[in-house]
């Protein structure tokens, strides 16, 4: 018997109702092989921080630092601004166990129509984006506020170690894969940052014979996967890049409430933290009928990053299994179902 320690953040509204199907979901597939799953469950939100002014308290990191992986809901609530939920829990989460990696699997999966003719089911790629540096950083600032002059300054840091382990990681994945691997650029515009991240490109293409790799500029590359979404396989940007592609992406296949995330530090130093994609969804927070998938699915990945990559694919197939098979799902799919009445089907065909 293999145990593993969660870190459980449910987070804000549909949350706390997408996490106990995950949770269910890796008690099940646990039992049949031989892992078991011990959870330890911590309140931060934004209803934390409206009570006690502050998302998670100051020793926060310190209490989820020994967990083998932290499972997250979705923090965000109307009220709250969004700076208080990223900086005061994701961002910092993500920085200090270095999540460098965030992976983002797309899948058109049956009976998910997509928006986009050309993204046919069976559809599958990943986006690999940069997670901790790049275009999102503190340097710059407002300068003669209020004057006609007025302006603002925001730098971009690429570093030579961060911007190699991204690619390394990128076109190690590629290698497992098809072999081919498509870097975002913006270096025609973008005349320092840019050309240098092609630079590593080059030199991580070096380092890895065995993936064929071009880049395209994020401009034609968004147009590209929406006309021809089939032509790739791993897509890898910076921060800001990967960003965009990985909404694009989620909304090629279909539907946020099925896309997963994974925040990884692949040494292994630190917990990786694996999400939905999807907010907190307050339209729809309390009625029960949130899709699961996105959280179950981000479970599966945490179960493979585990190293139980049987366990993690027969979760993958009882979903397709499910949406393939009947006519059960949740609302965003054109169903009618509950959260908890499609979990339970999920779990039946597991
Ligand atoms: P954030 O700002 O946290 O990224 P958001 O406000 O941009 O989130 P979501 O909270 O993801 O977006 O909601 C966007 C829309 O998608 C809403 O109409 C919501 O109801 C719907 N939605 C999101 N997740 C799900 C889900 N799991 N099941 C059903 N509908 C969902
Ligand atoms: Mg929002």
């Not at 700076?83 to 989460?93: D, E, K, R, T």
């Not at 395209?216 to 590359?221: F, K, N, R, T, V």
């Not at 089939?230 to 992406?249: E, K, P, Q």
């Not at 979760?315 to 959260?339: F, I, Y």
Request: glycine letters at 10%; one cysteine or more; charged letters at 25%.
């Amino acid at each position: 018997m293999t145990e593993h320690r969660i870190a459980l953040i449910p987070g804000d509204g549909i949350g706390a109702e997408v996490l106990p199907p995950a949770t269910a979901v890796l008690d099940r597939v646990g039992r049949r092989h031989g892992i078991r799953f011990r959870y330890d469950e911590f309140d931060w939100s934004c209803e934390r921080y409206l009570r006690e002014g502050a998302m998670m308290p100051a020793d926060g990191l310190d209490r989820i630092r020994h967990h083998d992986a932290i499972l997250l809901g979705a923090v965000g609530w109307p009220g709250v601004p969004d700076h208080v939920s990223l900086w005061g829990l994701l961002i910092p989460i993500r920085r200090q166990f270095d999540q460098y990696v965030n992976l983002r699997p797309i899948a058109v999966l049956p009976g998910v129509p997509s928006p986009v003719r050309a993204a046919e089911p069976g559809l599958e790629f990943v986006v690999v984006r940069e997670n901790v540096e790049g275009e999102y950083s503190e340097v710059g600032g407002r300068f003669r506020r209020g004057f006609p002059d007025e302006l603002a300054v925001q730098e971009a840091v690429f570093t030579r170690p961060g911007v190699t382990r991204i690619l390394d990681y990128a076109f190690s994945l590629a290698a497992t894969r098809r072999g081919v691997l498509t870097s975002a650029t913006k270096s025609n515009g973008i005349v320092h940052t840019m050309p240098f991240w092609d630079e590593l490109v080059e030199e991580a293409g070096e380092r890895h014979p065995e993936v064929s790799w071009h880049q395209e500029h994020i401009d034609a590359l968004v147009a590209k996967i929406v006309l021809d979404p089939a032509r790739f396989d791993v897509i890898v940007g910076s921060n800001l890049f990967g960003d965009i592609l990985s909404d694009l992406a989620a909304a090629v296949a279909g539907s946020i409430g099925v896309a997963p995330a994974a925040n990884l530090n692949p040494e292994r130093e630190f917990p990786s933290m694996f999400e939905p994609v999807h907010g907190s969804a307050p339209d729809i927070a309390g009625r029960g009928v949130a899709n699961p998938l996105g959280a179950i699915w981000s479970a599966a990945m945490m179960v493979d990053h585990l190293g139980h990559p049987e366990a993690s694919a027969e979760v993958r197939s009882a979903m397709a299994d499910v949406l393939g098979n009947t006519a059960v799902r949740t609302p965003d799919l054109g169903g009618t179902a509950t959260t908890e009445s499609f979990t339970r089907e999920l779990l039946d065909r597991l």
